[in-house]
């Protein structure tokens, strides 16, 4: 098929808004998937993506489509995840594309992720088809969705198609507007091969696969790669395109995507924005990748029973071939044991991980309280990155802790603005401006430490507006703030699982929240054990956890309280000296049932 005819596209919107649902859709009217076993949410293959409701990886497809000009054309479509936490996954499919097609929800209008998505694209000169879906809803606006379109996109409101992917309304209408609208594939070309790694996987069978897209030259099984970045060599095993199940293919040319199976046999190979050229004609220059992904949360997983720790290990290993953005290292705990310190995009990103990891590889575990990168300045000027509590180094050799910020577009109802705010500021955040976006909504933009908003605060965002309020972010730069290391301390001793650095202000609060918390689960002892919150040799929070008592005057009956008294002395020695000497056993269940409910 001549380069001409293939169009390389994908669909971007918030989430929720009916990505996939529309990819269905237009696999039903390509006869790509046949009725009969097309499934809802088809392109999401994970249970997990099914469960939820949400896409985790971008899905590509092939489809042919024979035209209104007569023509047929090849269509390859990219399905894209909406949430915040993957949108370096959207990043990597807009750079294998030409065009876009933006869904707005009819109901919702343009949302955060919306205009996130849509800048992404427009910065990397795609075509962007406007389509308004779900436009048989009863609650549908489409006056409304039209002028946003214009007001907050700046795209011509006389370009929006009307569809809905439920109800199969507007999807041929959507393919002309790709074959007429999208550009034929860009950078054809030079004839060495060029062909950019969107994606790779991992088959415990075949190694590794990359996920291709060819811009120009051809690649076919028997032909010797070369890695660009790397200087890799590897022979070409098979070469293949989606259908969506991978489908074998003779070769793939410029503007073809599909996947790549080769000799490689670990993903860290093979980059994702690496450049596949062919070892005997390799072409001159790499094509413009994208900025290396970098996790921006980490927590300690541990194994709940310290046996699965060689199973934890496997499932980690497995997890970060499949997946780029997921980082890890071991590390060990005085109260949790062996376990592993791991860095992820995001709070979402973290849970479906640790949630992989229960369900595929029956692994139970639990993990600390989430922590970010400080740069901490010493007194000579270097600057070390600190993700775990534990490595803060001595108080008295920081000059300054710096902390990472992020940079919010969040999205609200007008009657929700004066709680936002309060959340706001309460999370240490400044408002920078205020936006009107209709009648009803703003869109404020502000500036928050990405430290305050890893628990709680798009939890308390969704309630304070009634679900209705969205929220996107990117990081921002590091700034100087007052923080400080907090540890717990049980019967004087640190418990490293419970350290945290947090702002001086909210230290107290948050010290004595979690002294509360550990001497409610923490089982009675033989002794009184204090449970006390310190920053540096200063005892901010303290609670106590209840000791055991045998009744030792229950022999006496009446007579003088002399007798009493010295029973109970002589208990109160033994309690002091075993205080003395005694050590505080906690079993890891309570550390369990802390960790789990903070």
């Known amino acids: 098929m001549d380069v001409t005819q293939t169009r390389n596209f994908c669909i971007i919107a918030h989430v929720d808004h009916g990505k996939t649902t529309l990819s269905d859709r237009l696999l039903e009217y390509t006869n790509t998937v046949a009725h009969r076993i097309l499934t809802d949410q088809h392109l999401d293959s994970m249970d997990l993506e099914k469960e939820r409701g949400i896409t985790i990886k971008s899905h590509p497809v092939t489809m042919l489509y024979p035209a209104k000009d007569g023509q047929v054309y ?29 869904l707005i929800d ?13 800048h992404l694209a427009f910065a990397q000169n795609l075509k962007v088809i406007p389509v308004i879906n779900k436009i048989d809803l009863p609650g549908a606006n489409l006056d409304l969705c039209l002028k946003q379109l214009e007001d907050i996109l700046t795209i011509p409101a006389e370009e929006a198609i009307l569809a809905s992917g439920k109800a199969g309304i507007g999807i041929e209408d959507i393919l002309e507007a790709v074959v007429a609208r999208v550009p034929s594939p860009r950078w054809t070309e030079p004839e060495q091969l060029r062909a950019l790694v969107f994606d790779s996987i991992y088959d415990s069978y075949r190694g590794v696969i990359a996920y291709v897209r060819v811009f120009s030259g051809s690649i076919k099984a028997g032909d010797m790669m070369l890695l660009m970045s790397n200087g890799i060599k590897s022979d070409i095993k098979e070469v293949g395109i989606f259908t969506p199940k991978m489908e074998k293919a003779a070769s793939l040319g410029a503007g073809d995507v599909g996947y790549l199976v080769s000799n490689v ?30 996790p921006m949360v980490f927590c300690g997983l541990y194994p709940v029973d310290s046996s699965d720790y060689e199973k934890l290990k496997s499932a980690v290993a497995r997890l970060r071939l499949n997946d780029a953005a997921f980082v890890f290292s071991s590390e060990s705990s005085v109260a949790l044991g062996f376990g592993f310190r791991c860095g992820f995009l995001g709070l979402l990103h973290m849970e479906i991980i640790q949630e992989r990891i229960r369900r595929e590889h029956d692994v139970d575990i639990i993990s600390t309280y989430p922590s970010v990168i400080f740069h901490v300045v010493n007194h000579k000027g270097t600057v070390a990155e600190v993700d775990n509590p534990v490595n803060l180094p001595d108080p008295g050799t920081i000059e300054e802790i710096r902390e990472p910020t992020i940079t919010a577009s969040i999205h609200i109802p007008n009657d929700a603005m004066g709680d936002i705010f309060a959340l706001v500021m309460e999370k240490r955040g400044s408002i920078d401006h205020t936006d009107t976006l209709d009648a009803n909504r703003v869109m404020l933009t502000c500036t928050l430490p990405l430290n305050e908003i890893l628990v709680d605060f798009n939890d308390r965002l969704k309630s304070i507006t009634h679900g209705y309020g969205s929220m996107d972010y990117e990081l921002g730069a590091y700034r100087e703030a007052d923080l400080v290391k907090m540890e717990i301390l049980i019967n004087g001793d640190p418990v490293d699982a419970f350290a945290s650095i947090v702002h001086r202000d909210k230290a107290e609060g948050k010290g004595r ?20 919150a310190a920053i540096g040799g200063q005892i901010i929070a303290r609670d106590n956890v209840k000791e055991m008592r045998k009744d030792v005057t229950s022999k006496c009956y009446g007579g003088d309280i002399s007798r009493k008294r010295k029973l109970l002395d002589k208990q109160k020695e033994g309690k002091k000296k075993m205080k003395q000497f005694g050590r505080v056993s906690i079993p890891s269940d309570a550390f369990i049932k802390v960790l789990k409910t903070s």
């Open 74 to 102: 090849k269509l390859n479509l990219m399905d894209t995840p909406g949430h915040v936490d993957f949108s370096y996954e959207v990043s990597r499919s807009l750079a294998a594309c030409e065009g876009a097609v933006l």
């Open 513 to 532: 929240a979690l002294c509360e918390k550990l001497a409610e689960i923490i089982p009675p002892q033989m002794f009184k054990v204090a449970i006390q």
């Open 265 to 294: 046999k670990d993903t860290a190979d093979i980059k994702t924005g690496d450049t596949i050229t062919l070892n005997l004609k390799p072409a001159t220059e790499m094509l413009p990748g994208y900025k290396e992904v970098r």
């Open 106 to 118: 009819a109901a919702q209008g343009v949302e955060a992720q919306t205009v996130a998505n849509a």
